[in-house]
């Protein structure tokens, strides 16, 4: 199957329905039931956790966002020099036969 002529909504409603299958698998091995453990995690203990996990997502976010940024400036590199290569090519073939002529 050929899924780049599909629409999204075919996608979105197939991701929903996974979602939903592993739910309820889940729901299926872990006995029916859901268990909460208290930790006794004192409120500064939860906060502290909360920032680490928030800075920890902004460090990937930002490395991901720096990572595309170097990807885009490599290509922007490449297609720039590949067409003042042409361009620079073109003007030489005129100039050569302005001066043969």
Known sequence: MNWDNE???YRTLFAFLGAII?????????????????????????????????TVLLAVFALACAFAALYGYREFMKRSAAVAASVAEKKTEEAVEATVE
Do not use: C, K, Q
Request: hydrophobic residues 55%.
């Open 22 to 54: 592993g739910g309820f698998m889940v729901w299926m091995i872990g006995g029916r039931e859901l268990h909460v453990v208290p930790l006794g995690v004192s409120y500064g203990d939860l906060a502290a956790i909360a920032l680490t996990a928030v």
């Open 7 to 9: 629409p999204p909504l």
